[in-house]
């Protein structure tokens, strides 16, 4: 089975310009046909969904590219997998610190913002008293 880009830009929600911006990168290599026209592959599909699970995941375009050409390069998968794991193991921590620093900024948020009713509350106290003198 074959697809044209229209086809896999409306799959993956991307622009035409994107899945030409992976074919510069040396991503993907589609076959044309005699008029000039790109023809994708399974094989191109399958790539596409290891660039776009990669970018989710937070991988940079060069870790994406490794994994995409050991695709290629090795059929028994082997070597990606390897990869695939060493890179993910990276990014588990530097997502594992993003969410400590992100706990600690929301415990200071809670804490700014219940100084702040704190801070209100009283404010309100003090007026109610200037009232009833």
Not at 74 to 81: A, F, H, I, N, V
Not at 118 to 131: A, N, P, Q, V
């Amino acid at each position: 089975m074959t697809f044209n880009i229209s086809q896999l830009s409306e799959e993956f929600g991307v622009s035409t310009r994107t899945i030409r911006y992976y074919e510069e990168l040396d991503l993907l290599h589609p076959a044309r046909t005699q008029s000039g026209r790109r023809i994708y592959s399974k094989s191109d599909v399958t790539k596409l969904k290891l660039i776009f699970r990669g970018k989710r995941f937070g991988f940079s375009l060069e870790e994406i590219k490794e994994m995409v050409l050991l695709f290629d390069e090795d059929r028994s998968g082997r070597k990606q997998l390897e990869r695939t794991i060493e890179y993910g193991t990276k990014r588990i921590g530097e997502v594992t610190d993003l969410i400590q620093e992100l706990e600690g900024m929301r415990r200071e948020l809670i804490e700014l913002r219940d100084d702040f009713a704190r801070k209100l509350e009283g404010e309100e106290s003090l007026h109610e008293c200037d009232d009833n003198k």
